[in-house]
């Protein structure tokens, strides 16, 4: 009897923890066909209870390109939700998806996000060097006129792409600049950047980097340690590619490893054991990891490490959040491919949940509702 009552204790007890119910919403953006001359963008947000579909509505239309350039652009680059509201694209505009509207349609190379600002560094021929942030409180977007202000570690290091193919350059204060490598590869070509875009690198400390190196018919990559203050470099490794439009992203996983995230491959780059490896499952997320490998059935899911289905999907467009996960669905014949919605892992029934949507440019990530 005693257990007994223990037990309807405990059930009572834990009762509303389980009736309760969790709100996600999935960002998702459309492009509106009413407005390709534009390149307008519709950003929606799909609602979901305990993992099912409920609806959605649209946040906010934004125009990719203005007077001939690139705008709001949310197909470049590693778009950025912050502070579960605010929007950051990959080229540094900023929308908030909240009041829904655009905070800042200029462009930079957002750094980090940090309280209630977001900090990002400019580097262009007609601007010039500097770092500025948006604060999001005040809404006020600034450059820093501090000129010891240092938000991330690394010291002046530039390519020069005039003539392929290119060098790096460093620029230590007061001192003429040094050459550092004379030939630094030719950049990633065929991308939807109006330029060739720096190769990705990223810095280990102040003294030591490690940068990406693309030969000319972008089929191999390179990954060289470079040392400013000695001025040399040495090879980690190499490994085989194909040409991409999608462009490359360096992530910096920890103080000796980094994951660069280039089309359908995702290549560990481990300092420790001085290795590149092409990686066949990404890093599990919110205990979700695919097979990056495309292969005739597309990739395979897996959930803590179980089996949980086949689907042909592009890497990009893989989100996950507590509970939950989505991926556009795509039809293969040929070379071609079709979309067929969207899939979402409902968490209480142990599934994929088909979603009908009109062809996504791009999902941006989870947010809690």
Request: proline share 4%; net charge positive; hydrophobic share 35%.
């Amino acid at each position: 009897m005693k257990k007994l009552l223990q037990f309807i204790f405990l059930f009572l007890l834990t009762t509303p923890f389980l009736a309760q119910e969790v709100k996600q919403g999935l960002i998702v953006v459309h492009v509106d066909p009413n407005g390709k001359s534009e390149f307008r963008q519709k950003i929606m947000v799909y609602h979901f209870i305990n993992g099912s579909y409920i609806g959605r509505d649209e946040l906010i239309t934004v125009s990719g390109k203005k007077d001939g350039k690139d705008n709001i652009r949310t197909d470049l680059g590693v778009n950025t939700l912050y502070n579960n509201r605010y929007l950051i694209t990959g080229i540094g505009n900023i929308i908030d998806l909240k009041d829904k509207k655009v905070l800042f349609d200029g462009r930079a190379n957002l750094i980090r996000c940090s309280n209630d600002s977001a900090i990002f560094y400019t580097n262009d021929i007609f601007k010039g060097k500097y770092y500025s942030v948006y604060n999001f409180k005040t809404n006020q977007y600034g450059e820093v006129k501090n000129l010891m202000f240092k938000p991330k570690v690394g010291q002046d290091v530039e390519f020069d792409k005039t003539t392929p193919p290119f060098k790096l350059n460093f620029y230590p204060q007061n001192k003429p600049k040094v050459l550092l490598v004379a030939d630094a590869g030719y950049g990633q070509s065929g991308t939807k950047e109006s330029r060739v875009p720096d190769p990705p690198m990223y810095w280990l400390d102040n003294s030591n980097f490690v940068y990406t190196n693309f030969n000319k018919e972008n089929t191999e990559l390179s990954f060289y340690k470079v040392n400013v203050e000695a001025k040399s470099n040495s090879l980690i490794g190499k490994i085989a590619v194909k040409p991409e439009s999608q462009l490359a992203q360096l992530q910096k996983v920890n103080d000796t490893q980094a994951i660069l995230f280039f089309g359908n491959k995702q290549i560990l780059v481990d300092l420790t054991a001085n290795t590149v490896t092409d990686l066949q499952f990404t890093k599990p997320t919110n205990g979700f990891s695919f097979e990056y490998k495309t292969n005739s059935y597309g990739h395979l899911v897996k959930l803590n490490d179980k089996d949980v289905g086949k689907y042909h999907f592009q890497p990009k467009n893989f989100k996950t959040e507590t509970n939950i996960a989505s991926f556009v669905k795509e039809l293969i014949i040929g070379t071609e491919s079709y979309q067929q919605g969207m899939a979402v892992w409902n968490y209480n029934k142990q599934g994929w949940q088909s979603v009908d949507s009109e062809d996504v440019l791009t999902l941006v990530g989870w947010i809690k509702e």
